[in-house]
């Protein structure tokens, strides 16, 4: 059976991983990366290179995206090098990167109008779900694609779920990402108050993980502030992005979301001490501890 050719357009932290397992699996995969040196790992595993996301996008069948900001994905796919100068009819365009729900819309639309399916399809569970393959991945987009696309996404992903229209992926995503902010709170205070009481802290996540205030965050970026491990699985300059894009979605819905902003000024003050490009366990040096 033949498989279908693949370009993916932003390979890094998290889309080198997905472009690992479609290589292992078999799929043909022409990458484009702003920074090319960050796909040669991808280049020695078979991908192949395309100097623009428009000769990524020729003549391939599936066009995943994942790029850091919302004037990113309007570049790559509107741009004078963008996907839509070349994507083909009948392709299919997926964008993966966290963004605007009104531009997920947009690239429908512009889609729809040239023949070419599209999804809005988020992501999370940073680079460790992308290398274990076990990725939440939320959906937008007509539900006949998001059937047709399920094998390739089962892939990268475990859970999988599709929500509604286009851009109602993106809405999901910010939920997520709403549990996220507040829950690093949580997780950093917990620590932060743990070394102050003087307590072993991995006896601390030991007890407190698998009880009622266990998450995602807890069990796997509190091990990595206990060794100083701030590399980012996510980064915080993108995520302070995803608190904007979501303040502007509840402002737009008539919805107060304080303790949002309380965590999206918490994260802005760790990005003004240089923090930007430390993952989101990073909220650890707000603290004085």
């Known amino acids: 059976m033949r498989k279908e050719k693949i370009a993916f357009i932003g390979t890094g932290v998290m889309g080198s991983g997905i472009v690992?397992?479609?290589?292992?699996?078999?799929?043909e995969v022409t990458v484009y990366n702003r920074t090319k040196a960050k796909a040669n790992p991808l280049l020695e595993l078979g991908a192949e290179w395309a100097d623009t996301p428009a000769l990524?996008?020729?003549?391939?069948?599936?066009?995943?995206?994942m790029v850091g900001f919302p004037k990113d994905v309007e570049e790559v796919y509107f741009g004078d090098?963008?996907?839509f100068k070349t994507a083909k009819e009948?392709?299919?365009v997926?964008?993966?990167?966290?963004?605007k729900p009104s531009l997920a819309k947009k690239i429908y639309e512009t889609a729809k109008e040239k023949g070419i399916k599209s999804l809005d399809a988020p992501v999370s569970g940073g680079d460790i779900g992308a290398r274990n393959g076990t990725l939440s991945i939320m959906v937008g987009g007509d539900e006949q694609v998001f059937h047709e696309m399920l094998p390739i996404f089962e892939l990268f992903g475990s859970n999988i779920v599709y929500h509604g229209e286009a851009g109602a992926g993106q809405h999901a995503k910010m939920c997520n990402q709403l549990l996220v902010t507040t829950n690093m709170i949580g997780v950093c205070e917990c620590i932060a108050y743990g070394?102050?009481?003087?307590?072993d802290l991995e006896k601390v996540?030991?007890?407190?993980?698998?009880g009622a205030a266990g998450s995602w965050s807890l069990t796997n970026l509190g091990p990595r502030i206990l060794k100083g491990d701030l590399d980012p699985g996510f980064y915080i300059k993108h995520f302070i992005k995803d608190m904007k894009i979501a303040l502007e979605?509840?402002?737009r819905m008539g919805l107060d979301l304080p303790g949002l902003k309380l965590a999206k000024e918490m994260y802005e003050t760790l990005q003004e001490r240089g923090y930007g490009d430390y993952g989101t366990q990073a909220l650890i040096k707000y603290y004085p501890v």
Do not use: C, P
């Not at 990524?56 to 995206?65: L, R, S, V, W």
């Not at 996540?205 to 698998?210: E, G």
């Open 20 to 27: 690992k397992h479609l290589l292992n699996a078999g799929f």
């Open 81 to 83: 090098k963008g996907i």
């Open 249 to 251: 979605e509840a402002e």
């Open 94 to 99: 997926i964008d993966m990167t966290t963004s």
């Open 205 to 210: 996540l030991r007890s407190v993980s698998t």
């Open 195 to 199: 070394i102050k009481a003087g307590l």
């Open 56 to 65: 990524a996008a020729e003549n391939q069948d599936i066009i995943f995206t």
């Open 90 to 92: 009948n392709s299919v």
